[in-house]
């Protein structure tokens, strides 16, 4: 049975450890935007302002990094991911650092940052929660990028591709060209080449011209 869109925001990890009865007493005081999506609709932009927290509440989405220098994009499936890049509504740079899209039809809910910081932080279970979401989003990626040492090409490669990634998993598309993956984790085109044609026939990769597909990021390492 689908659930209503009341009861999945109450399944919202923003709001964990509150009682449906403190959660109706936030909701009615602070204003939910909820928008509908189509298939290939974007949610935000890179290089966008981050305004607020954004959920997915339903629906299938992916994410487009495009490297400020032109030299690749890189574009993953992404697993429900909650809600979308909310350590960049702090800090020094306050912007979302890729775009995200509909795969499918789906709807978001977004609080602005004003609502959140006057209504929402005052409430200590729901700072500590939206505290940890941050930390914990930020401790994950930072823990796989120290696990890989530089010391052969494969391990660079699989951190080029963690450093540019929202998640440490699943499948990645990169439109790159042989010569650029090179020169960016500093090794030659040739061993380059060698070691994706050696993944590629383990069959963690599939490779096109200018195009390299990760079937499970995971797998990589």
């Known amino acids: 049975m689908e659930l209503t869109m009341f009861e999945k925001i109450l399944q919202l990890p923003l709001f964990q450890g509150l009682t449906q009865k403190e959660i109706e007493d936030v909701m009615s005081h602070i204003r939910l935007d909820f928008v509908n999506y189509q298939a290939g609709d974007e949610i935000v932009m890179q290089d966008d302002p981050c305004r607020g927290l954004v959920y997915i509440i339903n629906g299938e989405i992916a994410s487009e990094y495009r490297d400020p220098q032109g030299r690749f994009t890189l574009t993953e499936q992404l697993s429900p991911i909650g809600v979308i890049e909310p350590y960049n509504m ?9 775009t995200y899209f509909f795969k499918t039809d789906g709807c978001t809910l977004t609080i602005d940052k004003a609502i959140v910081l006057k209504h929402l932080m005052t409430n200590n279970i729901i700072k500590i929660n939206l505290l940890n979401i941050i930390c914990n989003r930020y401790q994950q990626t930072q823990k796989l990028l120290c696990e890989f040492p530089d010391d052969n090409i494969k391990s660079k490669l699989v951190k080029f591709i963690l450093s540019h990634s929202s998640i440490g998993k699943g499948q990645k598309e990169i439109h790159i060209k042989m010569t650029d993956i090179a020169n960016i984790i500093h090794e030659t085109r040739l061993n380059v080449s060698k070691t994706l044609n050696t993944l590629q026939q383990q069959g963690h990769v599939s490779l096109q011209r200018n195009m390299l597909f990760i079937k499970n ?5």
Not at 91 to 98: A, E, L, N, T, V
Not at 217 to 221: A, I, S
């Open 90 to 98: 702090f800090g020094m740079f306050q912007k979302y650092s890729r």
């Open 217 to 221: 990021l995971k797998d990589l390492y």
